[in-house]
C-alpha cells in the first residue's frame, strides 16, 4: 500500500483520534453530514478533514486512514439494501467486531466490539434498515454485505485530492454476500441496480 504524505496539521489529528471510539465521537461531532445533492463524487481523508462534511462512505474512508495509522487494518463494509446503501469502518477488538459510521440516523452509527462475526455485526443494523423512500418501519430492506481491504488499492485514498471514482468502481463489481440464502441459490451475488431499474446510493444513510 501506498505511504501517504500527511501535513502537520493532519499527523496531530491523527494522533489524538487513536482509538475507534476517539474517531467515531470525531464523525458525529465535529463533521457535518454531506448531503448527496452537494456533490456526487467520493472524496478523501485530507478533503474531508479540510472540509469538515462527508457522508457515510467519506466517513468509512476517513475512519480507515486515521485508524490505519493505528495499527488497524484498513476495513470497511458496504452494506446493500433495496433502497441505499451504507458504509462503515470495521475492527476487531479482543476477537470480536465493533464499526465506526458516520449517518444522520443515529441508528446507523458505530458499534462497540462486541460482535463474533462480521455477520452478526451487519445484522445489528437491520432491524434499523427501513425503507428510506416511503418511511415503512416494516419493511426492511437490508439484504447483504461486502468487506473491502483498501490495502489492495494502489491509488491514494487517504490524501487524494480528487475523487474516489476507483473505489466507487469497485464496490460496483464485487460480489456481496447475502444475508438471507434461499434453498439453492448461492451465497453471494453481484450487486443489483446496476442498470439504473433501482436507486442505490452510497452517501445517503
Not at 476517539?22 to 467520493?42: A, G, M, P, T
Not at 458496504?78 to 464499526?99: Q, V
Not at 445484522?123 to 418511511?135: G, H, I, L, Q
Request: hydrophobic content about 35%; some cysteine.
Amino acid at each position: 500500500m501506498f505511504k501517504p504524505n500527511f501535513t502537520s496539521k493532519e499527523l496531530r489529528l491523527i494522533s489524538k483520534l487513536n482509538t475507534p471510539s476517539k474517531v467515531q465521537d470525531f464523525l458525529v461531532n465535529e463533521l457535518e453530514y454531506r448531503l448527496d445533492d452537494e456533490s456526487e463524487i467520493e472524496r478523501s481523508f485530507r478533503v474531508v478533514v479540510r472540509e469538515k462534511k462527508a457522508d457515510c462512505l467519506e466517513g468509512a474512508l476517513c475512519a480507515a486512514a486515521i485508524l490505519s495509522q493505528h495499527n488497524y487494518l484498513p476495513l470497511i463494509v458496504c452494506l446493500e439494501a433495496r433502497d441505499l446503501d451504507h458504509n462503515i469502518f470495521i475492527y476487531k477488538k479482543d476477537g470480536k467486531f465493533g464499526s465506526v459510521a458516520k449517518s444522520r440516523d443515529e441508528n446507523l452509527l458505530g458499534r462497540e466490539p462486541k460482535f463474533r462475526t462480521i455477520k452478526d455485526l451487519v445484522m445489528s443494523y437491520y432491524p434499523y434498515y427501513w425503507n428510506y423512500f416511503t418511511s415503512d418501519l416494516t419493511d426492511l430492506t437490508l439484504r447483504g454485505y461486502a468487506k473491502i481491504d483498501l490495502s489492495i488499492f494502489e491509488q491514494d485514498w487517504i490524501t487524494n485530492e480528487r475523487a474516489l471514482n476507483f473505489i466507487v468502481r469497485h464496490l460496483y463489481k464485487i460480489k456481496y454476500r447475502k444475508l438471507f440464502p434461499r434453498d439453492g441459490e448461492g451465497e453471494f451475488y453481484m450487486s443489483p441496480s446496476r442498470d439504473g431499474n433501482l436507486i442505490l446510493n452510497f452517501s445517503n444513510s
